[in-house]
């Protein structure tokens, strides 16, 4: 929850600097449950104990919104906030545990959660994530990773 939380100050933060049209409304509650899935997947260190892995909360979290009715743009949120989006390329070159599909961040609300989430871990102090930091983590993933993120960062910095 405090994750959630610091990606949805963030993403509001951004929303309110750059006059977004997005309701605060559908940033707050995007953001607060773009991680939903998270407790179905083996993260032993923050507390999940699932069976899916990690890299999969995305995808299970989207399909747990839509069968719970929340709709297809909080499900959509949630299965394309992981990384800077994922591709089907990606999944294959990877080896990916997760469906063959297209997982990346399309509109203006998915991109901005997508950004926020970048910037806060769900362990250790929490604390906000230097710039320059998030970089690396994003560059360690992949090369198009990294591209990916800089093309958010010009979009919501």
């Known amino acids: 929850m405090r994750h ?9 933060e951004i929303a309110g600097n750059k006059n977004l049209p997005l309701s605060r409304e559908a940033v707050m509650t995007a953001a607060m449950l773009h991680d939903i899935g998270i ?3 083996s993260a032993n260190d923050i507390g999940c104990f699932g069976d899916a892995p990690y890299i999969m909360h995305g995808v299970l979290g989207g399909e747990l919104l839509r ?13 394309r906030h992981t990384g800077a989006g ?21 509109t203006l609300l998915e991109r901005l959660i997508c950004y ?9 102090a929490m604390e906000r994530k230097p710039f320059d930091k998030v970089c690396k983590s994003m560059e ?16 919501f910095s």
Request: hydrophobic share 40%; glycine share 8%; charged share 25%.
């Open 39 to 41: 407790f179905m997947t």
């Open 4 to 12: 959630c939380g610091q990606v949805a100050s963030l993403a509001l």
């Open 116 to 124: 926020a989430d970048k910037f806060y871990s769900k362990s250790g």
């Open 67 to 79: 069968n719970e009715g929340m709709g297809e743009e909080l499900a959509r949120v949630a299965e």
């Open 140 to 155: 360690r993933i992949s090369p198009d990773t990294l591209k990916r993120f800089l093309i958010l960062h010009r979009e």
């Open 86 to 106: 994922i591709t089907a390329d990606d999944i294959a070159r990877q080896q990916l545990p997760l469906p063959p599909g297209d997982y990346m961040p399309e």
